[in-house]
């Protein structure tokens, strides 16, 4: 039994590429997969591939088709042969795939002295249309890349500008050194065409591809008779049935004809059309259409089979940004394939148990975006994607706001994606493994979850932002505050979080009562150290089942030391952070590893004495279950005198707290009074905005 299944993938040329009928910046292919169902690791792949306003199967049941043939791929023998006559590009896929299934799908369909690296195929180099100084560019280029025949687009720009740049290669190049091809893609007409061709002849040209537009059959005839330039037939084969291309051949009877079997159905049908031409003198040669290099490579290798020494039409493959990586290469204009080459597949993201490639997600963030249902917090998700896959070498960010307020900075791109892998190594995680994004995608640390998964292949499934966020089923790795995971474990208890592999708290401080309630745990948990200009953490602690530490591990490349004053210095070059002074107050152990003290922000200065609130917290965690805090308020004997914040109601007074605290920590530091407020003003990280509460005293 056969499975089968396609991928589309959205090609973008590294530059928009001019024809007669208009500039091409993207181009569509379909990647079509077969194997066996007792075999599902050896699978053969073809290509679909569509060129819009010229392929014939340029409609918009073109996927249905593709969906009909892959739900009935075991009964394809026996199809019916017209099945596919108006889809030549799935005709044309089905051929491929089922040729390298059944040849080990290795993308080695042909096995010749070409796919064993041994010999090459002549080729003519492509001039896109464009401005006079673009195509000139263009021309010196393959020139100097060692063509000694090229192919120039004609008919889009003045007529004269491209006698001028045909002029000027003649001028340096004769036609023994150079050959020249011309395209014209239908651009004359019938009443304007020979005229013209009679002012190209004397440059010497090799010959001209549709000088008018298909379809015009008497026309064309009489033109074959007499040009001055031997013409070749492209578009004019398109869409034929096997019988209407016997009748169009005996009826214009052509000096040439191109085979370009993405158009043409295939192989098969492009070696019936050979034969026909060759029983009527007519010669011919081989050209792609703009396939991604799965198609590319398959004609390359029928080609070879074909010996034919007209250099042929296969060098597109190098016009893409996003193509597949493969082993043809050209060198002094011939494409080989070099074995020892890898392929590469197509990078898909995966959003939601969506599968994307790189331009499908880019549309699809745009309609999530300027769709009205979608909330506000799920466009911070698209709005992010869009940004980090658009051409800039940098992202705008905000701080955390818990020192102050939150302001923008820019992180490189690059500088991202390489504190992502570092992450995704340290935790251990692969490709396909899922991430919960539950976060908002406005800061640092949703942008690193999203970041995460699109770079290292990740499926991201997201939710609602929120202390108490929603979701079903397991997932590999997620991000959460400390406060987040307190609501979680108030409202559904400790296993919820057992159902991800591994976790990462950040934002704020950990708890000595939450980390009592996470140490049991049997997944992963880490307490993480970073902030919005490290790119999130460079450091991790554990805090659950074996190997649970107080001290931070930094990132391999991170460099850490102190100050006079023991405030961590941070130098991490590889993000582009040298040097930097941080507020928090830390001690290393004999590896280099580090403990959080507190914060030289939050030092409390009473009566002469240095209060570290940190520290007295660290104790009072262990009685205070609720939220809360050890500040310093003005006061006109001491400076400032240590009182603490509580949230929720009054359930013990400040006699309780200074017995508990007595003999655990100096008189000096007890504090002097308690403050019970309803709710605390919180970063979105989770930090307590600790200066608001000044207002509420008296």
């Not at 996927?63 to 394809?76: F, G, Q, R, T």
């Not at 042909?110 to 080729?123: A, H, L, P, V, Y």
Request: charged fraction near 25%; hydrophobic fraction near 40%.
């Amino acid at each position: 039994m056969y499975k089968a299944s396609f991928t589309k993938h959205t090609l973008k040329f590294k530059i928009p590429g001019g024809t007669s009928r208009g500039i091409l910046k993207t181009k569509d292919s379909w990647y079509l997969e077969i194997w066996e169902e007792e075999k599902p690791t050896i699978k053969g792949i073809g290509e679909a591939s569509i060129i819009k306003n010229l392929s014939i199967d340029d409609r918009v049941d073109f996927e249905e088709k593709l969906i009909w043939c892959i739900n009935n791929i075991n009964s394809y023998s026996n199809w019916n042969r017209d099945e596919l006559q108006e889809f030549p590009a799935i005709k044309f896929a089905l051929e491929m795939a089922f040729m390298d299934l059944h040849n080990g799908g290795n993308n080695v369909i042909f096995d010749t002295e070409f796919t064993k690296g041994r010999k090459g195929i002549f080729i003519n180099g492509l001039i896109w249309m464009g401005s006079y100084e673009f195509m000139r560019d263009q021309i010196i280029d393959k020139i100097d890349s060692g063509f000694r025949c090229i192919k120039i687009k004609i008919g889009a720009i003045n007529f004269e500008e491209e006698l001028s740049l045909l002029k000027m290669i003649r001028e340096e190049f004769d036609e023994d050194q150079l050959e020249l091809r011309l395209d014209a893609n239908g651009a004359f007409s019938p009443s304007e065409v020979l005229e013209k061709l009679k002012i190209l002849a004397p440059l010497g040209i090799h010959s001209i591809e549709q000088p008018i537009k298909q379809k015009q059959w008497v026309e064309m005839a009489n033109l074959c008779k007499l040009t001055p330039i031997p013409i070749a037939l492209d578009e004019e084969l398109i869409g034929l049935k096997p019988e209407e291309v016997q009748k169009m051949l005996d009826t214009i009877n052509p000096q040439y004809i191109i085979l370009k079997p993405s158009l043409l159905g295939g192989f098969e049908a492009s070696k019936k059309i050979i034969t026909l031409a060759e029983e009527r003198n007519i010669n011919w040669w081989v050209t792609s259409a703009l396939e991604a290099n799965i198609g590319l490579n398959a004609i390359a290798q029928w080609t070879y089979t074909l010996k034919n020494p007209l250099p042929q039409g296969l060098g597109t493959g190098k016009v893409f940004s996003n193509n597949i990586k493969s082993p043809l290469e050209i060198n002094n204009a011939k494409l080989y394939y070099n074995p020892q080459k890898k392929w590469s597949k197509i990078k898909k993201y995966n959003i939601n148990g969506q599968n994307f490639d790189k331009y499908e997600l880019i549309e699809y963030s745009k309609l999530k975006l300027n769709d009205i249902p979608t909330q506000d917090w799920e466009k911070q998700i698209f709005s992010f994607i869009l940004e980090w896959f658009n051409e800039n070498d940098t992202i705008k960010v905000l701080t955390s706001g818990s020192t102050g307020k939150a302001k923008p900075i820019f992180l490189k791109k690059k500088h991202m994606e390489y504190s992502a892998k570092n992450t995704i190594n340290l935790i251990n995680l692969k490709k396909g493994d899922k991430a919960l994004l539950c976060l908002p995608a406005e800061y640092i640390a949703g942008k690193m979850m999203i970041v995460r998964s699109l770079t290292c292949d990740l499926q991201l499934d997201y939710t609602k932002p929120g202390l108490n966020p929603m979701w079903k089923g397991n997932y590999q790795f997620a991000a959460f505050t400390p406060s987040m995971i307190s609501k979680i474990i108030e409202i559904k208890g400790t296993n919820k979080l057992e159902e991800i592999d591994n976790i990462i708290l950040g934002g704020s401080s950990v708890s000595v009562q939450l980390e009592k309630e996470l140490s049991h745990l049997s997944n992963n948990i880490f307490h993480t150290y970073g902030m919005t200009e490290t790119i999130t953490h460079i450091a991790l602690r554990k805090i659950s089942t074996n190997n649970k530490s107080d001290y931070f591990t930094p990132f391999s490349e991170v460099k850490l030391s102190t100050n006079k004053n023991s405030q961590l210095i941070i130098d991490y070059p590889k993000i582009g952070v040298n040097k930097m002074i941080t507020n928090d107050i830390v001690k290393f152990d004999e590896h280099n590893n580090f403990k959080i003290l507190g914060r030289t922000d939050n030092i409390i200065i009473s009566g002469a004495l240095k209060i570290n609130p940190e520290l007295i917290e660290r104790e009072l965690s262990k009685l205070i279950k609720e939220d809360f805090f050890v500040f310093g308020i003005p006061e006109t004997t001491l400076g400032n005198k240590l009182v603490v914040f509580v949230q929720g109601k009054p359930n013990f007074n400040i006699i309780e707290v200074q017995n508990f605290l007595g003999g655990k920590i100096k008189k000096q530091f007890l504090p002097k009074e308690i403050f019970y407020i309803d709710s605390f003003d919180k970063t979105l990280s989770g930090k307590t905005i600790r200066k608001n509460y000044l207002k509420n005293i008296d």
